[in-house]
Structure formats: C-alpha cells, structure tokens
C-alpha cells in the first residue's frame, strides 16, 4: 500500500469512497492510533492505495487540480 492522501477525516471518507467508485480498493488510517477516537472529523487520516493502483488514483485527483492554477 501506498500513502495518497494525509488530511482531516473528513475529506479521507470522501476521496475513499470516490476511490472505491474508480474501482481502487482504498483504506484509511488514523495517522496517531493512539488518539480516541471521538468523532472529530478534522483529525488527521491518511489514505492508502494498492501501488499498483497509486498512478492512476494520483492522477485521477490530483493532475486536473494541478493544471488549474
């Protein structure tokens, strides 16, 4: 697995589920396990994706954005 994303929970439910409707199986982790977890949605989470899937997902959410500005 491979770290796409680093950001508040939040955006790391949505960008997997958006993942997911790509057909790329992602997971997300707290980036400190040791934290309770009491539904602060800006805590920090990473977002990981198969390597061989990582390309196309960074592509995918990442390449437009960049052309943008």
Do not use: C, S, W
């Amino acid at each position: 697995m491979k770290l796409l994303y680093t950001g508040p929970l939040v955006n790391a439910e949505l960008l997997v589920v958006m993942l997911e409707k790509h057909g790329i199986a992602a997971t997300q982790q707290f980036v400190d396990p040791a934290l309770p977890d009491d539904g602060d949605l800006n805590r920090e989470t990473q977002v990981l994706v198969p390597d061989a899937d990582h390309a196309r997902a960074h592509r995918l959410f990442y390449e437009d954005k960049e052309n943008e500005l």
